[in-house]
Nanobody, 124 residues
Framework: QLQLVESGGGLVQPGGSLRLSCSIS????????IGWFRQAPGKEREGVSC????????VYDDSVKGRFTISRDSAKNTVFLQMNSLKPEDAGVYYC?????????????????WGQGTQVTVSS
């Protein structure tokens, strides 16, 4: 069974940085598509960044391009989301997700396995 555990969330001031981690067990990271998603109160869960198998393609939502970077460490079976220049509108619960199928879209409905989420708060 593929399992995902996020960590690294917290409170940060606007303009600050955080690095989220997603530790994956149950399957080799290189052979699954990975995504980071976020959900703010009262809003739908949205795709932030996704990475296809073997880094074939990388997708970023327009709102985070140039500020966020998704990466994977295959040796540690861990995926990271480096978030810089954080804005209040980046706040929410961030989820890591995975799927065995090739990445179609960076949308929650294309991912079958989910972590429990980690809270990111951006406030002064």
């Amino acid at each position: 069974q593929l399992q995902l555990v996020e960590s690294g969330g917290g409170l940060v001031q606007p303009g600050g940085s955080l690095r989220l981690s997603c530790s994956i067990s149950g399957f080799t990271l290189d052979y699954i598509a990975i995504g980071w998603f976020r959900q703010a109160p009262g809003k739908e869960r949205e795709g932030v960044s996704c990475l296809d198998k073997n880094d074939i393609s990388t997708v970023y939502d327009d709102s985070v391009k140039g500020r966020f970077t998704i990466s994977r460490d295959s040796a540690k079976n861990t995926v990271f989301l480096q978030m810089n220049s954080l804005k209040p509108e980046d706040a929410g619960v961030y989820y890591c997700a995975a799927d065995f199928l090739d990445l179609a879209r960076c949308s929650p409905r294309f991912f079958s396995f989910w972590g429990q989420g980690t809270q990111v708060t951006v406030s002064s």
